[in-house]
């Protein structure tokens, strides 16, 4: 029953930025946890970042920190990856997802629902 779509990507050029949103249906948002994972041609899925139900707690991968940030916006059952500074290795299919506990944890297994991918490109 729970739901989630990606919105906003696209092409951006290194050093520009760019706002993926995710939204959820289904479940009230302040119930779940939402981590966004990223998979580039060639490599496994990876973790980005995550955001626990409360918004109290974040956690970022080592290769997007001080570059990426994620919010959310309960009100509007909306989830935001802000990226600033994108280089060419984060070109990939973005995704969301939802932990049904309400933590904040890059694993993958800990997500039960995930949102079809949008597809970003950095490119010069």
């Known amino acids: 029953q729970l739901q989630l779509v990606e919105s906003g990507g696209g092409s951006v050029q290194p050093g520009g930025s760019l706002r993926l949103s995710c939204a959820v249906s289904?479940?009230?948002?302040?119930?779940?946890?939402i981590g966004w994972f990223r998979q580039a041609p060639g490599k496994e899925r990876e973790g980005v970042s995550c955001?626990?139900?409360?918004?109290?707690?974040?956690n970022y991968a080592d290769s997007v920190k001080g570059r990426f940030t994620t919010s959310r916006d309960n009100a509007k059952n909306t989830v935001y990856l802000q990226m600033d500074s994108p280089q060419s290795e984060d070109t990939a299919v973005y995704y969301c997802?939802?932990?049904?506990?309400?933590?904040?944890?890059?694993?993958?297994?800990?997500?039960?629902?995930w949102g079809q991918g949008t597809q970003v490109t950095v490119s010069s």
């Open positions: 997802a939802a932990q049904m506990s309400g933590r904040c944890m890059l694993a993958e297994y800990e997500f039960r629902y």
């Open positions: 289904g479940l009230t948002l302040d119930l779940v946890g």
């Open positions: 955001i626990s139900a409360s918004g109290s707690s974040t």
